[in-house]
C-alpha cells in the first residue's frame, strides 16, 4: 500500500536573515503564524520539542536545483525522491542519461547553468512557494518524514561553490499535517546556512547555540567523517549520534577504517547501512535457534555472501558482526577485481578451526537504490555430518546461485528476507533519531572490520 504523502503548510517560507537574528525570527514566527482551520480558528502548533537534527550536505547539488528552479521546497541536505525526480527532469530536459543521481555530467551542467543565470539574478530563492504548491505525494521529503512524527529543528550546513561571500542564513517552519489526525500542528523548523567550506568552518562556533537545550543532539554527516575536520570535530562533541550512511562511501574499505578510528576516539556512531542489515541479523539467529542447530554453530567453516557490485560495506558489516558472535579472529585478507569482484578473508576460531570467508561483488542488471545491498549469504562446513547448512537471500536467483556453488554439506535451511522497504533512508533516519549514545553491537563488529581491513593495509 502507498502512504499519501502530507499536506505541508508553511508557518514561513524560506527567509533571509542574519546569523544572529536566526534565533530571534524563529520565535517570532510562532508569535505570529496564522493558519486558519475549518471553523476559522487556528490550530496548536507544537515546535522543536524533540531532538535537534544537523545535516552536512557534502555537496550543492540540491542548492543548485532549487536555484534553477527544478527543486522546490527548503534545502534541507537530504537526497531523498524529490531531488531524485528533479535530477532526472535535469537529465531529460539537457539530454544526459536519465540516473536521477548527481553524475558528475549533470552537477557540472547545474553549475554552468547556475553561473550563466546568476549575473541575471540578484537573489538566489532556496526554494520559496513551496508550501503553496503543496508536496508531491510521489515525492515525499525525508525531512517531513522526520517532522511528521517528531516535531524538531533541522539546521542543514550546505557547502556550495564559488567565491567566499560569507555564509547565507534562512529560516522557515513547515507543518505536515494528514487528514483524519490531530488538529494540533506538528511543525519542523528549518535553519539553512550555505557558504564554502571555508566560510561555514568559520562560523562552526554558532552552531552548536542553535541546537535545542536539554533534547538529543543528532549531526548527519553525509560526507565521509574525517577525524582532522575541524567543523565535524566540533560538531561531533556537542551531538548525542553521529548518523552517517556507508552505502554512499567513495572508498568504502578506506572510510570504514576512518569510522572505527572515530569509534576508537569515543565518538558515537550510527550508520544507517547497518540498519539495513537487520533483517538478515535477525534471520541468521532463528536459523541456529534450535537446540541441535545452535550445537551446530561451531562446525561452520565457510560463509559466502554475494551483493551487487559497486560497494561491499554491507557484506563486510554482516561479516564483521559475524566474526565478532562467533569470536573469530581475521588471519588473512585477500581482494581481487574483475567481472566479479572477490574478497576473501581467513578467520581462526578459539579453537584454532580455520574459516575461510568469500565475500563476492555480482553484477547485476536492475541496481536498487541502495548501493552494494545484499543478495544472498551461504553458512556451512566442510564436515558433512553437521547441521549447520543455511542460506538466506533476497530473491530466488540468490539463492539459486549459492545451491549450485555446492559443497561438502548439504542445505539444511533455506530463508528469504521478504521485504527491504526499510532499507529507504527516510526511514532508517526516523528510527535512528529514536535512539541514541554508543551501540555495541555496530562498535564490536566495526572493530573486526577493522582488523580485516588493517590486513590488506600490510599486505
Given at each position: ?405 555446492g559443497g561438502a554439506q548439504s542445505v539444511g535451511l533455506f530463508q528469504q528476507v521478504t521485504s527491504l522497504s526499510e532499507q529507504k533512508a527516510e ?33
Amino acid at each position: 500500500m502507498t502512504l499519501q504523502a502530507p499536506t505541508i503548510f508553511s508557518l514561513q517560507a524560506p527567509k533571509d536573515v542574519s546569523l544572529t537574528d536566526i534565533e530571534a525570527e524563529l520565535s517570532q514566527i510562532w508569535q505570529s503564524y496564522g493558519i486558519a482551520g475549518e471553523d476559522g480558528t487556528l490550530p496548536a502548533a507544537t515546535r522543536a520539542t524533540t531532538f535537534t537534527l544537523v545535516v552536512y550536505e557534502p555537496e550543492e547539488t540540491q542548492y543548485l536545483l532549487a536555484a534553477l528552479g527544478f527543486y522546490n521546497g527548503p534545502i534541507d541536505g537530504i537526497l531523498g525522491p524529490q531531488t531524485q525526480a528533479a535530477l532526472r527532469e535535469v537529465q531529460n530536459k539537457y539530454g544526459l542519461q536519465e540516473t536521477g543521481t548527481a553524475t558528475p555530467e549533470t552537477v557540472a551542467l547545474l553549475r554552468e547553468e547556475f553561473a550563466k543565470r546568476r549575473t541575471n539574478e540578484a537573489k538566489i530563492d532556496y526554494g520559496a512557494g513551496a508550501a503553496s504548491s503543496g508536496l508531491d505525494a510521489k515525492s515525499p521529503r525525508i525531512a517531513d518524514e522526520i517532522a511528521l512524527r517528531n516535531p524538531c529543528r533541522i539546521i542543514t550546513l550546505v557547502p556550495i561553490a564559488g567565491e567566499d561571500e560569507g555564509v547565507k542564513a534562512q529560516v522557515s517552519a513547515y507543518c505536515p499535517i494528514q487528514k483524519g489526525s490531530s488538529s494540533t500542528l506538528v511543525c519542523c523548523e528549518y535553519i539553512a546556512l550555505s557558504g564554502t567550506a571555508a566560510a561555514l568552518e568559520r562560523i562552526g562556533g554558532m552552531v552548536p547555540a542553535l541546537l535545542v537545550g536539554g533534547l538529543p543532539k543528532f549531526l548527519w554527516w553525509k560526507a565521509t567523517p574525517d577525524p582532522n575536520n575541524c567543523l565535524f570535530k566540533r560538531l561531533a562533541a556537542v551531538c548525542n549520534n553521529v548518523i552517517v550512511d556507508s552505502c554512499n562511501f567513495n572508498e568504502p574499505e578506506t572510510d570504514l577504517l576512518s569510522l572505527q578510528a572515530l569509534v576508537e576516539n569515543g565518538v558515537p556512531l550510527a550508520d544507517l547501512n547497518w540498519r539495513r542489515l537487520s533483517a538478515w541479523q535477525e534471520l541468521t539467529a532463528e536459523a541456529y535457534d534450535p537446540p541441535q542447530r545452535r550445537a551446530a554453530l561451531v562446525e561452520i567453516d565457510k560463509v559466502n555472501i554475494d551483493y551487487e557490485k559497486g560497494n561491499p560495506a554491507q557484506a563486510l558489516l554482516f561479516l564483521g558482526w559475524l566474526a565478532s558472535r562467533l569470536n573469530w579472529h581475521p588471519v588473512s585478507y585477500q581482494k581481487e577485481s574483475g567481472d566479479y569482484d572477490i574478497t576473501r578473508v581467513r578467520f581462526t576460531a578459539n579453537d584454532q578451526r580455520q574459516i575461510e570467508a568469500e565475500l563476492v561483488g555480482v553484477p547485476v542488471a536492475d541496481v536498487g537504490e541502495v548501493p552494494g545491498d545484499l543478495i544472498a549469504l551461504r553458512l556451512s562446513s566442510t564436515n558433512p555430518q553437521a547441521n549447520c547448512g543455511t542460506v538466506i537471500c533476497s530473491e530466488t536467483g540468490g539463492c539459486m546461485r549459492m545451491e549450485t556453488q555446492g559443497g561438502a554439506q548439504s542445505v539444511g535451511l533455506f530463508q528469504q528476507v521478504t521485504s527491504l522497504s526499510e532499507q529507504k533512508a527516510e526511514v532508517l533516519l526516523s528510527q535512528q533519531v529514536q535512539r541514541w549514545g554508543h551501540e555495541a553491537l555496530f562498535e564490536e563488529s566495526l572493530a573486526v572490520i577493522g582488523q580485516i581491513l588493517k590486513l590488506g593495509v600490510k599486505n
